[in-house]
């Protein structure tokens, strides 16, 4: 008997529909991107537990025919590319033509549509396609005579094990909504729905981009939202911000390639590495990166969901994602101070750097002095000798002494490092490493790695002596590799801690007193770093508070 055999096909396509339905959240992906490709300005999803029973998507889209809607749920069937050339310029969602046939596979599915016709000719454009196509009687998609009703029930009902694998219904659910919310931001002139065992899980009314992206990231109404563009080399990159909005998870961070959502993780790490000194460790941003690039400069068919996607300029689009963040804070950081004026850059002055721990000022002795007013505002004192208080146009600024300090001491060292000579340090045996590319290696050698190429592998023989502190070297290695191919960045976690923490702990601490000299000084210094928002680990320096919100307090307004 020969080992090898063809698979029967209805085997075959229960294979095949694993790679496409994974759960209902994927199932309801496939259906959404098949409405927003028809042009539908209205989708319903209804679930019944949680889309194991019963999964309904209504839409008011462009509708099939009697002869399309015979073919739809064949395999490889699509109306989105006829020719091999397609695949370079494609405009849609769907393309591959397996949505439908994949769920038909594991799922009881019946489909009906109708074509955009006037009233009159609505009896013969409504069609029904189940286990046979038939003519059905005259009725509206979402109050429309045309569109597309489709019903998927009993999911996985006869692939019993893919239900074991299913998370309880709330989880189930709740990737429903989050993959509808990822869709529903770049499709702001469609309508959403979810309803979920009669519940109204989820509506999106048809509005402005802005304002579905306020909706969808945080449903807040003092939602402050900061939106900058950048082009470069015939891409273009819209960064759109929830400022002051930090969460303990991921799901609010949203990147889409030409209308179409990715995860891709060299992207997600370009997002978050402008935001290493800005927000506290585990902290997540709310935002939405948009990405345009010509077609045939990016592959959107190397994953079976489509999620994930390569770029044929992918170190240049990283890079252009990262400046458009930094301009964000250019434009408005986290928290702007009542002192900075938002917009006429500040000039620091030329200062001498203070030197901790300080040294209290003899004038300390001297109760009687007056206080000046300082050009940040005017000083007012401090807080459990921990918060400075700077006064000025009806708003009070506070200052964590021991943070602010932080910053000052940490970039300080920082730039000592970059400016003093660097030593290596041999090591006892070379490392081995993947051959990358030569501007990696290039890079590495300049700051301080010595490198040697042999047999398709590269061996680093020294390292810079600041790297002593550590763990496994060629685990750091292999990290410092991928963070370069990202985002360029020089310096490994340990080094980062080891600076870090020698700032901590030669900075000042919170309860000791402060002159009022010392406070100015504290307070110029600080704003001559280039992050002066926040501590090396994402800590606040400072807070503001105006007087609006002080008269709340009191009940005086």
Same mark, same amino acid.
């Given at each position: 008997m020969?080992?090898i055999h063809?698979?029967?096909?209805v085997?075959?396509?229960?294979i095949a529909?694993?790679?496409?339905?994974?759960?209902?959240?994927?199932? /309801?992906k496939? +259906?959404?991107e098949?409405?927003l490709?028809?042009h539908a300005?209205?989708?319903?999803?209804k679930?019944?537990?949680a889309?194991?029973?019963l /999964?309904?998507c209504?839409?008011d889209?462009d509708g099939m025919d009697?002869?399309d809607?015979?073919?739809?749920?064949e395999?490889h069937?699509?109306?989105k590319?006829?020719?091999l =050339?397609?695949l370079?310029?494609?405009?849609t @969602?769907?393309f591959r033509g397996e949505a439908?046939?994949?769920? !038909?596979?594991?799922?009881?599915t019946?489909i009906?549509?109708?074509?955009?016709?006037s009233y009159?000719?609505i009896?013969?454009?409504?069609w029904?396609?189940? +286990?046979?196509?038939r003519a059905i009687?005259?009725?509206f998609?979402i109050?429309?005579?045309?569109?597309?009703?489709l019903r998927?029930?009993?999911?996985?009902?006869?692939?019993?094990?893919?239900?074991?694998?299913?998370?309880?219904?709330a989880?189930?659910?709740?990737?429903v909504?989050?993959c509808m919310?990822?869709l529903?931001?770049v499709h702001p002139e $469609?309508a959403?729905e979810l309803?979920s065992d009669?519940?109204?899980?989820?509506?999106?009314p048809t509005e402005?981009?802005q304002?579905?992206?306020e909706?969808?990231?945080?449903s807040?109404e003092r939602?402050t939202l900061i939106?900058?563009t950048?082009?470069d080399?015939g891409?273009q990159?819209?960064?759109?911000w929830?400022k002051?909005v930090? @969460?303990p998870?991921s799901?609010? /961070?949203?990147s889409?390639v030409n209308? !179409?959502?990715v995860r891709?993780?060299?992207?997600?790490?370009?997002i978050?590495?402008?935001?290493r000194?800005?927000l506290?460790p585990g902290?997540?941003p709310?935002?939405v990166?948009?990405?345009?690039?010509p077609p045939?400069?990016?592959?959107?068919n190397?994953?079976p969901?489509?999620l994930?996607?390569h770029?044929s300029e992918s170190?240049?689009?990283l890079q252009l994602?990262r400046?458009?963040?930094e301009?964000?804070?250019?434009?408005?950081p986290?928290?702007?101070?009542?002192?900075?004026?938002p917009?006429t850059p500040w000039?620091p002055p030329?200062?001498?750097p203070i030197?901790?721990?300080f040294?209290?000022?003899e004038?300390?002795?001297?109760?009687s002095?007056?206080i000046?007013?300082?050009?940040?505002?005017?000083?007012?004192?401090?807080l459990?000798?921990?918060?400075?208080v700077?006064?000025?146009?009806?708003?009070?600024t506070?200052?964590?002494?021991h943070?602010?300090?932080e910053?000052i001491?940490?970039?300080?060292?920082?730039k000592?490092?970059?400016a003093?000579?660097?030593?290596?340090?041999?090591l006892?045996?070379?490392?081995?490493?993947n051959?990358p590319p030569?501007?990696?290696v290039?890079m590495?050698?300049?700051?301080?790695f010595?490198?040697?190429?042999s047999?398709q592998?590269?061996?680093i023989?020294?390292i810079?002596?600041?790297?002593r502190q550590?763990?496994?070297?060629k685990a750091? +290695?292999h990290g410092l590799?991928a963070? @370069?191919e990202?985002? =360029?960045?020089i310096?490994?976690?340990?080094l980062?801690?080891?600076l870090?923490?020698?700032? $901590?702990h030669?900075?000042i601490?919170?309860?000791?007193t402060?002159h009022?000299?010392e406070?100015?000084e504290l307070?110029?210094?600080?704003?001559a770093c280039?992050?002066p928002?926040n501590c090396?680990?994402?800590?606040?320096?400072?807070?503001?508070l105006?007087?609006?919100? @002080?008269s709340?307090?009191f009940?005086?307004?």
């Amino acid at each position: 008997m020969p080992s090898i055999h063809i698979l029967p096909p209805v085997l075959a396509a229960r294979i095949a529909a694993g790679e496409v339905t994974e759960r209902p959240a994927s199932v /309801i992906k496939e +259906l959404i991107e098949n409405a927003l490709d028809a042009h539908a300005l209205h989708i319903v999803i209804k679930l019944e537990d949680a889309g194991k029973a019963l /999964i309904e998507c209504i839409d008011d889209g462009d509708g099939m025919d009697a002869e399309d809607l015979a073919l739809c749920m064949e395999r490889h069937a699509t109306s989105k590319i006829k020719h091999l =050339e397609d695949l370079l310029s494609i405009h849609t @969602l769907g393309f591959r033509g397996e949505a439908l046939g994949s769920i !038909r596979a594991v799922a009881d599915t019946s489909i009906s549509s109708g074509k955009n016709a006037s009233y009159n000719q609505i009896r013969s454009t409504s069609w029904e396609s189940h +286990l046979q196509l038939r003519a059905i009687e005259p009725r509206f998609f979402i109050h429309e005579p045309h569109g597309t009703h489709l019903r998927i029930e009993s999911l996985f009902a006869q692939t019993p094990a893919r239900l074991k694998f299913l998370k309880k219904n709330a989880v189930e659910v709740t990737a429903v909504k989050d993959c509808m919310e990822r869709l529903a931001i770049v499709h702001p002139e $469609c309508a959403f729905e979810l309803h979920s065992d009669q519940r109204n899980i989820l509506f999106y009314p048809t509005e402005s981009q802005q304002s579905r992206i306020e909706r969808v990231l945080v449903s807040n109404e003092r939602l402050t939202l900061i939106e900058k563009t950048h082009s470069d080399a015939g891409m273009q990159v819209t960064i759109l911000w929830a400022k002051d909005v930090s @969460l303990p998870h991921s799901r609010k /961070i949203f990147s889409f390639v030409n209308e !179409r959502p990715v995860r891709d993780p060299l992207i997600q790490r370009a997002i978050l590495a402008p935001f290493r000194q800005r927000l506290m460790p585990g902290s997540m941003p709310a935002i939405v990166c948009l990405i345009s690039m010509p077609p045939d400069m990016v592959d959107v068919n190397v994953h079976p969901h489509k999620l994930e996607v390569h770029f044929s300029e992918s170190t240049a689009l990283l890079q252009l994602i990262r400046n458009t963040i930094e301009d964000c804070f250019m434009q408005q950081p986290i928290t702007t101070p009542s002192f900075v004026s938002p917009t006429t850059p500040w000039t620091p002055p030329t200062i001498t750097p203070i030197s901790p721990p300080f040294v209290p000022y003899e004038l300390m002795t001297q109760p009687s002095l007056e206080i000046p007013h300082f050009p940040h505002g005017r000083y007012r004192g401090a807080l459990f000798d921990t918060y400075l208080v700077f006064e000025k146009d009806g708003k009070l600024t506070l200052v964590d002494q021991h943070a602010a300090h932080e910053r000052i001491r940490f970039e300080e060292l920082e730039k000592q490092f970059h400016a003093s000579s660097i030593i290596s340090q041999q090591l006892l045996f070379p490392e081995h490493l993947n051959l990358p590319p030569p501007a990696l290696v290039t890079m590495l050698e300049k700051n301080g790695f010595c490198c040697e190429e042999s047999n398709q592998e590269l061996l680093i023989t020294a390292i810079p002596a600041a790297w002593r502190q550590g763990g496994d070297i060629k685990a750091r +290695l292999h990290g410092l590799i991928a963070r @370069l191919e990202a985002d =360029e960045s020089i310096k490994d976690e340990p080094l980062f801690e080891a600076l870090a923490s020698e700032a $901590c702990h030669s900075s000042i601490r919170a309860g000791d007193t402060l002159h009022i000299f010392e406070a100015e000084e504290l307070i110029t210094q600080l704003f001559a770093c280039d992050h002066p928002w926040n501590c090396p680990h994402g800590r606040l320096t400072i807070y503001e508070l105006n007087e609006t919100t @002080l008269s709340k307090w009191f009940q005086r307004t």
